[in-house]
């Protein structure tokens, strides 16, 4: 355990020795952040005793809040029972086998097994391995590119962050030489004339385009989060997924969904692809299957890739120590059944969040605010000086941060990716928390405004 430290002690250790992720650290050094001690509900509370209502559910995580003793015990059950073994060398453990059925019996029919990691991003590499083993079985080895998006996140690791569409990232490393991107179906950003349906057809179009100028015979796969979350929540245009669709079928290529932010009713379905209608070969998996409560990830395998693999694979060359960790599959079990016993999933489609797209929507009428997206439990606000022209309250996007540091101040955190806030919040909201959130946002963009002297 911990010694008891004050608020200030906390913050000069963090930064004497801990490096952040995605932080810059000399900024740290100085700023020294929050230290975050305790969460109840939808609230988180520092060291200096200040009280926050989440909107972010974490980091898109604690879909069900902060509060969930039920999967504490399973934890501690399982803890007692059998606190670690590892799945190779023909092992398994009961929660990691019970995981996977429910998870397969969960997902859309084509689904038939599942592979577990740590994080989405070591899904994400473990799709590559998957999606390459297929294709090298396929007698296609040829077949090597993915097609990603610009503004995607898929992760951190060297092939996540390579499939991953940040500019600024790649420009910190190599990425992988078999990754290509096209743009994002973002329509306030790049929809120039267009009308949103016309826009969405012509960003699903750049797929087709990508196909053709690196020929069908090398390419093997197409990745995409159903909705773009640390990108900016970005909601594509109602004709997007199905024009994407539409050329995935005619083409001999696999589609990963990545839903480690759209997973587990997010978008008031199960998965995000049911929400659009799209047939994925591959789903990631991560963060709200443990509610956040342990480090759990995965890929979901369908019936072409697992026969495939199962048939002609031999052994396949990979995995990790904590794959089907029995502590965090126990966790994932005792989540999914808060999940399905509290009908959570029908209260984002039904309940909770058509009261959060209303609510959030109405800020629409703001000033600052030039564009407004959401869907299910996910919003984004595009931060503008004119709601005409739609130009920035200052060059380079800083305005973002200044109203995430008035968010802050009110009491909410609420994320900036560049001059778009988004949110994310946990479904277990009333409807009074959603006012609340929406209050703290509405007198943020006021203080942003003025700030801004708009
Ligand atoms: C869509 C998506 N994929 C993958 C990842 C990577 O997950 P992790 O941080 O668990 O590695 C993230 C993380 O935010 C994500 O949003």
């Known amino acids: 355990m911990y010694k008891e430290k004050t608020s200030s002690q906390w913050k000069n250790l963090d930064a004497s020795y801990h490096l952040h992720p995605f932080t810059d650290f000399q900024e740290y050094q100085s700023s020294k952040g929050r230290i975050i001690e305790k969460a109840e509900h939808i609230y988180i509370y520092d060291t200096d005793g200040k009280k926050y209502l989440d909107a ?222 799209t047939k994925p070969d591959l789903i990631t998996f991560a963060k709200a299957v443990t509610n956040g409560f342990q480090p759990l990830g995965g890929v979901l395998v369908n019936d072409r890739i697992s026969e495939v693999i199962t048939k002609d694979g031999g052994e396949f060359g990979h995995g990790f120590t904590y794959s089907g960790h029995p502590i965090a599959c126990a966790a994932a079990l005792a989540t999914l059944d808060i999940l399905e016993k509290q009908n959570f999933v029908s209260r984002v489609a039904n309940d909770i969040g058509p009261y959060l797209q209303s609510k959030w929507h109405e800020l629409s009428d703001h000033e600052i605010v030039g564009h407004i997206r959401g869907a299910g439990m996910l919003g984004s606000i595009e931060l503008v000086r004119d709601k005409i022209t739609n130009e920035r309250l200052e060059p380079d996007q800083k305005a973002g941060g200044i109203c995430r540091e008035f968010c802050i101040a009110n009491n909410l955190v609420m994320r900036a990716v560049g001059d778009s806030m988004i949110i994310s919040p946990p479904f277990v909201c009333s409807h009074e928390d959603i006012d609340l959130l929406i209050e703290r946002a509405r007198k943020s963009l006021d203080q942003t405004a003025a700030y801004y002297n708009v």
């Open 56 to 277: 972010m559910s974490g980091l898109w995580c604690c879909s069900l809040g902060y509060t969930q003793p039920a999967i504490g015990e399973a934890v501690a059950n399982q803890f007692n029972q059998l606190p670690y073994y590892n799945n190779f060398f023909q092992c398994s453990n009961a929660p990691a086998a019970e995981l996977a059925e429910r998870l397969v019996k969960i997902s859309p029919k084509q689904f038939t097994h599942v592979f577990f990691t740590n994080s989405g991003s070591e899904a994400n590499d473990t799709n590559i391995r998957l999606i390459r083993r297929y294709w090298d079985l396929k007698k296609q080895p040829k077949k090597r590119y993915i097609i990603a998006r610009s503004n995607a996140y898929h992760g951190s690791t060297i092939a996540a962050a390579s499939l991953g569409g940040f500019k600024s990232v790649h420009d910190q490393f190599e990425t992988l030489p078999y990754t290509s991107h096209i743009i994002e179906p973002n329509w306030f950003t790049e929809g120039e004339n267009h009308s949103s349906k016309d826009f969405g057809i012509i960003a699903a179009q750049e797929l087709e385009k990508r196909i053709d100028e690196i020929g069908e015979a090398n390419i093997a796969a197409f990745i995409a989060e159903p909705i773009q979350g640390a990108g900016g929540v970005i909601v594509p245009p109602s004709s997007y997924w199905p024009e994407v669709q539409r050329i995935l079928n005619e083409r001999d290529i696999l589609f990963v969904s990545d839903e480690v932010i759209c997973g587990f009713g997010r978008t008031g379905s199960m998965f995000g692809c049911e929400t659009y209608n």
